[in-house]
């Protein structure tokens, strides 16, 4: 039994306190600590570390244009804050998020870019084409 034998061979140097290695012909020893000796571990220093803050996540709703991503209107929707709104001047997409969840997937409209003013995407005459991925969700701008 091949097993048998390799588990006989694993005790046997498991036992073993200490063994030599051939490196470049030359025996190295080494010493095989006891097993039954544990590390402390101080469990006050992992406590007292100070966590690491990230933020908060925040995505909204987007499309891809011909120009990046972009959020369609100006609310972003985060894990500890709720509903928030985008900060003024952010570029955005002039469309409803209702618009936006109706479209079939891998479709291309034309839209209208426009600019985030207290939470709401106010319309401008620039116009590009959205193309709708059924992952929507992207991270937030701002």
Do not use: W
């Amino acid at each position: 039994c091949f097993f048998c034998i390799a588990l006989v061979i694993v005790v046997a140097f498991t036992e073993t306190k200490a063994a030599k290695l051939t490196e470049n012909s030359e025996e190295i020893p080494v010493d095989h600590s006891d097993e039954s000796e544990e590390e402390d571990i101080d469990d006050d220093n992992i406590e007292s570390e100070e966590e690491d803050n990230y933020g908060d996540i925040c995505t909204v709703e987007g499309v891809e244009t011909d120009y990046g991503k972009f959020p369609v209107n100006c609310t972003k929707t985060c894990l500890q804050g709720g509903d928030q709104l985008l900060s003024n001047s952010t570029t955005c997409i002039y469309m409803l998020n209702q618009t936006l969840r109706a479209m079939p997937d891998h479709t291309t409209v034309p839209c209208f870019l426009g600019s985030c003013f207290h939470g709401v995407c106010i319309n401008s005459t620039n116009a590009t084409s959205c193309m709708k991925y059924p992952v929507m969700n992207m991270e937030a701008p701002n």
